[in-house]
């Protein structure tokens, strides 16, 4: 082990540029290495890293945005701000090698690392890039992405995919039946629409419910203040708003997923080897990352995809009833999903640097 070698990681602005980032810290910190997590100073990456036991430094991080916005310019002043609060925090903690796992906050970091000639690996979840890791692209030496399809300029690119959470790997079907009291041979369909849920989702699922509940046990996940009192007492349905400590046990037991699209959540659904539905968030909502994703995987022969706009009653249950008839055959085409050890291909890159 090697207690003397210090790695930051970074990466924020929403839970997809954080989470996937634990199983990287967890190998490092079992091998010695110190790690810092610099996140921004009004978002939620302090929230989600505080039980990882992890030093965590804060910094103002300007959001780096696509479109025209009043924001933007009070934003402007924020980016230098950061990348002037990062290079401090830099020379005070005097890292071997960055790792970045994207989004606005990640990019005074990143910055300042190439600054300081700190080297800098990087990791795309998505198909194509998003605009922080765009930018970044200059000021890192590895950059590592989820899909062998992915487009970039960088110098030295490796395809890693995504690293998944043990403890979503490690899910028990046994025990998230004991957790919701369940005791029936029923199929199960899981629903979510990601951390916050998904508005028109979470409506066609509750029109859908009762005609849902009489072929599965439905688990939906539907995102804060989200929840609907007047399906409480319909049998065969299960509704939170999130779920935490037992998502990975909730996984093991689904036959059928609906989700969402972005890479994190469609990395987890293949690794787990997971029939499912992907509603990508449209174009409206997106910079139209969640639609390529859903289409790569649609075009594998991994999933199936019901566009948003597409998305009512009628062919939302069509969809998961044709799933549900072929489900062997859905099962079997998962198996061609190539599962990589992610952190350890990741590690090795950080490895290179630290040389």
């Not at 930051?8 to 290495?33: M, N, S, W, Y």
């Not at 998305?311 to 079997?332: G, M, P, R």
Request: aromatic share 6%; charged share 20%.
């Amino acid at each position: 082990m090697n207690a003397s070698r210090t790695i930051v990681f970074t990466g924020g602005g929403t839970a997809g540029h954080v989470l996937p980032t634990k199983p990287v810290i967890e190998r490092c910190q079992l091998r010695g290495d110190r790690v810092v997590f610099i996140g921004s100073k009004s978002g939620l990456e302090r929230q989600l890293v505080e039980d990882w036991d992890v030093e965590f430094n804060d910094i103002t991080a300007g959001k780096l945005r696509r479109y025209l916005s009043f924001v933007n310019v009070i934003d402007a002043f924020r980016v230098p701000i950061g990348i002037l609060q990062a290079l401090l925090l830099l020379l005070k903690l005097k890292p071997n090698a960055v790792f970045s796992k994207g989004g606005y906050v990640a990019f005074p970091v990143v910055v300042a690392a190439w600054l300081l000639r700190i080297p800098v690996v990087a990791h795309e979840s998505d198909l194509s890039p998003g605009l922080a890791t765009r930018l970044c692209t200059r000021f890192v030496r590895t950059q590592c992405v989820s899909f062998g399809q992915t487009k970039t300029n960088a110098k030295r690119v490796v395809v890693t995919g995504t690293p998944i959470r043990a403890e979503l790997l490690a899910g028990d079907a046994e025990r998230a039946k004991s957790w919701l009291k369940l005791d029936t041979r029923s199929k199960v369909l899981v629903v979510v629409g990601g951390s916050l849920g998904a508005e028109a989702i979470n409506q066609v699922i509750h029109l859908s419910i009762k005609e849902l509940a009489q072929e599965f046990v439905v688990i939906h996940v539907c995102g804060k203040g989200n929840l609907d009192e007047n399906l409480r007492t319909v049998e065969n349905y299960f509704q939170f708003e999130y779920i935490d400590e037992h998502w990975g046990d909730v996984l093991a037991l689904a036959d059928v997923v609906v989700s969402r699209s972005g890479a994190n959540a469609l990395f987890e659904l293949l690794s787990m080897r997971k029939p499912n539905l992907l509603i990508p968030l449209p174009l409206a909502q997106s910079r139209g990352d969640q639609i390529e994703n859903a289409k790569l995987a649609e075009t594998s022969g991994w999933s199936v995809v019901l566009p948003q706009d597409e998305c009512n009653q009628e062919s939302l249950i069509a969809k998961i009833s044709s799933i549900l008839e072929n489900l062997t055959q859905w099962q079997a085409k998962l198996q061609t999903f190539e599962v990589k050890d992610s952190a350890s291909l990741i590690v090795a890159e950080l490895d290179q640097v630290l040389k």
